[in-house]
């Protein structure tokens, strides 16, 4: 079974930024690359993906201030969050899969999740 390592969550102010990162093991064999995140009392929420190393898709709620990207010398996949709001609070997961032509912000396109790392943010 893959275990994916994250780093990188914290507390921030409303407006500052973090960079979440994620050690995945054979980052090569995989297709397909997300974040996800849940606030407590809410559904887990498909954040970005990443697919055919530069295809990306976010969230309504986070374009155009958080960037997916990956490093496969590094086997390493980020996210990259900037001018953070309160409401971006949440754990947050990264997440592979395998299911080739299968890559979208769903539960269902990803076969191995990291554990939980926390963000919140305060006003």
């Known amino acids: 079974q893959e275990q994916l390592v994250k780093s990188g969550g914290g507390s921030v102010q409303a407006g500052g930024s973090l960079k979440l990162s994620c050690a995945i093991p054979?980052?090569?064999?995989?297709?397909?690359f997300g974040w996800f995140r849940q606030a407590p009392g809410k559904e887990r929420e498909g954040v970005a993906s990443?697919?055919?190393?530069?295809?990306?898709n976010y969230a309504e709620s986070v374009k155009g201030r958080f960037t997916i990207s990956g490093d496969i010398e590094k086997n390493t996949l980020y996210l990259q969050m900037n001018n953070l709001k309160p409401e971006d609070t949440a754990t947050y997961y990264c997440?592979?899969?395998?299911?080739?032509?299968?890559?979208?912000?769903?539960?269902?396109?990803?076969?191995?999740w990291g554990q939980g790392t926390q963000v919140t943010v305060t006003s």
């Open positions: 054979e980052y090569h064999s995989f297709s397909c």
């Open positions: 990443l697919h055919s190393g530069d295809i990306t």
């Open positions: 997440a592979t899969g395998r299911k080739y032509g299968f890559c979208q912000r769903s539960s269902a396109a990803f076969d191995f």
